[in-house]
């Protein structure tokens, strides 16, 4: 493997570290590099995971920072959040991934052909990060399609039909091998008009082939990047052509657990009562204490469990130019104690409703779900 680099972000979350044990422990034949963008503005739990996971792979995990905000005595975000005058990050206008994850981790790959290793378990509907560079592709091992988004339109693509059914051809003849065709033969539109109607389809044949056989999809699709600018047809072989499994949230503690690593402190359920009723809150993820896109509850539970960091975050809003952390409310607002009762009866509400329901797992603050984390966003 030594035409690339093999990359793994380490966000400080549960996912990411994880993911480090698991490719450690199942691939130890890949020399895999850690890195973390750190922004200055994370909670305690989130270094002393890092430190944990350290101490327990005996690797080193490459702390990113920028020689120009190092010399300053500055936290990345405070350097740039007065460059940008005032202006907070927004899923609008999303500069702190821009500026403090996406370009250290483009700096530290430096060009070369580098895999990079996403923690998106098998039970999350999303994407991760797809970089614009062509020398960086990103691969997902706790899914059973280990393969991103942009490489699925490509093998799908009417124009690579036959080369994938070749490709097939190898490893199947018969019923099989028309099962196949069928699936690569059904009506699919790359029209930019259609676009939730093509990744619909996109899954629906996703899952077809993979019904049929997962290490033989990963060999068929590794087969065809071999004619693509992509990193991995630099290879003759990849390990993972071989990966069947499909990890969910309770693979992933019981990973953490066993290893002794631990699950960061802040996911761990803090039981609230108000009007005679008990719920439970935590954080949902990693990454900056005053994250935008946090749900109301979870500022609540930073202003009860860490109301220094609460504070720390009033500090950067300016109601006179309604630069505020959420739309249309402060967090002067939001702590008032009317506020923050009319906050968790809802979360109350919410929870007991998908409870009755019968989730698989609740659609709110108790499962994890990172997909708009600035620290998931790519790593």
Avoid at 149 to 178: C, M, R, T, W
Avoid at 221 to 234: G, I
Avoid at 241 to 257: G, H, P, S, T, Y
Avoid at 318 to 342: A, D, V, Y
């Amino acid at each position: 493997m030594s035409k690339l680099q093999h990359v793994l972000g380490i966000s400080g979350g549960k996912d990411s570290a994880a993911l480090a044990i698991y490719l450690k422990k199942k691939h130890p034949e890949i020399d895999f590099k850690y890195y973390f963008t750190d922004t200055g503005k994370e909670l305690d739990e989130t270094y002393q995971l890092i430190d944990n996971l350290e101490s327990y792979l005996g690797i080193e995990v490459n702390r990113l920072e920028d020689e120009k905000i190092a010399s300053t005595n500055e936290d990345p975000f405070d350097f740039h959040f007065k460059s940008f005058r005032g202006y907070l990050p927004s899923p609008q206008a999303r500069w702190c991934t821009a500026l403090m994850k996406l370009k250290p981790f483009e700096k530290f790959v430096s060009g070369k052909p580098t895999v990079s290793y996403v923690g998106i378990r098998g039970d999350e509907q999303r994407e991760g990060y797809i970089s614009r560079e062509k020398n960086i592709q990103s691969i997902f091992p706790f899914r059973r399609n280990i393969w991103s988004q942009d490489v699925l339109e490509k093998i799908f693509h009417p124009d690579n039909k036959e080369q994938l059914l070749d490709n097939y051809a190898q490893f199947f003849s018969g019923n099989k091998l028309d099962k196949i065709d069928a699936i690569f033969s059904s009506a699919i539109s790359f029209n930019r008009n259609y676009r939730l109607e093509k990744e619909r389809i996109i899954k629906e044949k996703l899952d077809g082939l993979l019904q049929i056989g997962v290490a033989e999809y990963n060999k068929s699709v590794f087969q065809y990047l071999k004619n693509t600018d992509y990193p991995l047809s630099l290879e003759e072989d990849y390990p993972l052509l071989e990966n069947e499994d499909n990890l969910v949230r309770a693979d992933i503690f019981k990973i953490l657990e066993e290893s002794g690593v631990g699950v960061p402190a802040y996911y761990n359920k803090v039981k609230y009562e108000v009007d005679g009723q008990v719920g439970e809150y935590a954080r949902s993820r990693s990454g900056c204490y005053f994250c935008f896109f946090q749900q109301k509850i979870e500022w609540v539970w930073l202003y009860e469990q860490h109301p220094e960091k609460f504070k720390e975050a009033m500090k950067y809003e300016n109601e006179e130019e309604h630069f505020t952390w959420i739309p249309n409310e402060s967090l002067q607002e939001l702590m008032e104690p009317k506020r923050i009762r009319e906050i968790k009866l809802d979360h109350l509400k919410r929870t007991n409703k998908h409870k009755s329901k019968n989730s698989k797992f609740l659609l709110d603050i108790l499962d994890d779900t990172e997909s708009d984390a600035c620290t998931a966003c790519f790593i």
